[in-house]
């Protein structure tokens, strides 16, 4: 047996507390479980179904800029993308989701992406910039869910590890414990009645 215990009735009581409070924090652990494991199921789609759209925001992104190098030298595109009038500013937080940690990003964009002159420049030029920014956006937050999918996958793995402990170790082990001291308190206790059985013969034979 694992957990080394002495049959008494006190050791009884507490194996009987450990085993309440193991059943209980085992209770707790897989309703956790339960929920990250939705959690995470959630993540997972809203994962894919942002990366498909960021694939296809660079794909056009990349077609328009190969339409516009078709018009327009290479220099004059660098020169025309050398500037931009638009600032933006990713600022890092962070929230609980089921006890784990996970960031939160906000993006704040302020300007005007178009600093060059449009005489100068083709339209795919300007889709290729429109492209480009609203990818921006949709990136910074596939990155963000793709970090709490990786933080809520890794808490999943530790409280399904404690789920287990708790289920096939602790619990089995406290139980097996509690029927040897109570199978132990038995014998002790029949091996007590029959000796105050033979004492009472002993007396009534004198």
Same mark, same amino acid.
Request: hydrophobic share 45%; aromatic share 6%.
């Given at each position: ?10 050791? %009884?009581?507490?194996?009987? @507390? ?26 997972? @789609? ?20 190969? %339409?516009?190098? /078709? ?19 990713? /600022?890092?937080?962070?929230? $609980?989701?089921?006890? =784990? ?7 704040? $964009? ?10 100068? /420049? =083709?339209?795919? %030029? ?29 808490? %999943?793995?530790?409280? @399904?590890?404690?789920?287990? =402990? ?23 206790? $029949? ?6 059985? $033979? #004492?009472?013969? #002993?007396? @009534?034979?004198?």
């Amino acid at each position: 047996m694992a957990i080394e215990v002495h049959a008494t009735r006190m050791e %009884l009581l507490n194996l009987r @507390r450990k085993l309440a409070l193991a059943e209980r924090g085992h209770k707790l652990l897989k309703d956790k479980e339960e929920a990250l494991r939705r959690d995470l199921f959630i993540l997972i @789609r809203e994962v894919q179904k942002l990366r498909k759209k960021v694939e296809e925001f660079l794909a056009q992104a990349v077609r328009y800029s190969m %339409l516009a190098r /078709t018009r327009m030298e290479d220099e004059e595109i660098d020169a025309a993308l050398l500037f931009t009038g638009q600032r933006t500013d990713i /600022t890092l937080g962070w929230e $609980r989701v089921l006890n =784990v940690r996970v960031p939160h990003f906000e993006v704040k $964009r302020e300007g005007d992406p178009f600093a060059y002159g449009f005489a100068y /420049t =083709v339209p795919m %030029l300007d889709l290729f910039l429109k492209a480009l920014s609203e990818v921006m956006v949709e990136m910074v937050k596939l990155a963000e869910l793709e970090k709490r999918l990786e933080l809520v996958a890794m808490e %999943l793995q530790k409280t @399904r590890r404690r789920v287990n =402990v708790l289920e096939y170790r602790l619990i089995p082990e406290l139980v097996a414990s509690l029927k040897y001291i109570k199978m132990k308190l038995d014998e002790m206790e $029949r091996s007590n009645l029959s000796r105050i059985m $033979r #004492i009472k013969e #002993i007396i @009534r034979a004198h």
